[in-house]
């Protein structure tokens, strides 16, 4: 009796391999329909289904035994984690990060000043008297901003969260219209 290959190995694993491939793209292509990019979800779509029915064709094809199905499964999840660290290597967006500074914030403030615009507020806290600074700035900055925290005020709490849409009202770009990914300016 000979080990089959083809099913015991090579069609799990193309098949663990496609759903990593295809849940990637579904993750990515959801993030840029939450982002608002109307050019390129559409085509990551087509890929997404493309290969998707490649993959849940082979297992249509009468294949029955429990390791595909494993493997189907094993690929899901694995392309859900690879699509999170993709759309964090891509760190497309913008986001609002807002700080909390409790004790001495003018270092901190002063620091964020030199490279971004910043709203603070005077605010109570549980301790009494605090800081609330807010900043938009592009995903790819965040790391620079929690070290500047890190270094200036280490105990303020801060928080990020997505912003699909800001306007600049002292910038020249009167519109944006998304294309591909791309910005154009518009009139």
């Known amino acids: 009796m000979t080990f089959d290959y083809w099913t015991y190995l090579v069609l799990p694993l193309l098949i663990f391999l496609g759903r990593i491939i295809d849940v990637s ?3 990515v292509r959801l993030i840029f329909v939450a982002k608002g990019f109307k050019g390129l979800a559409p085509v990551l779509g087509f890929f997404e289904v493309f290969v998707w ?9 009468g ?4 390791i595909v199905y494993v493997a189907y499964a094993a690929g899901f999840a694995a392309g859900n984690f690879v699509g999170m660290k993709l759309e964090e290597k891509l760190s497309i967006g913008k986001v609002m990060i ?3 500074a409790q004790k001495d914030s003018h270092k901190l403030i002063d620091k964020l000043k030199e490279k971004y615009s910043i709203t603070t507020i005077d605010t109570e806290g549980k301790m009494g008297p605090a800081k609330m600074i807010i900043l938009i700035i592009d995903k790819k900055q965040i790391h620079n901003i929690v ?4 270094n200036f005020n280490p105990k303020a709490f801060y928080s990020v969260e997505d912003v699909r849409f800001a306007i600049d009202n002292n910038s020249e770009i009167k519109r ?5 990914g791309r910005l154009r300016k518009g009139k």
């Open 98 to 100: 807002r700080i909390v």
């Open 53 to 61: 029915i490649m993959v849940i064709g082979r297992l249509m094809d």
């Open 176 to 180: 944006e219209k998304r294309f591909f």
């Open 63 to 66: 294949v029955t035994d429990t």
């Open 25 to 27: 793209i579904g993750t």
């Open 147 to 150: 070290k500047i925290i890190k």
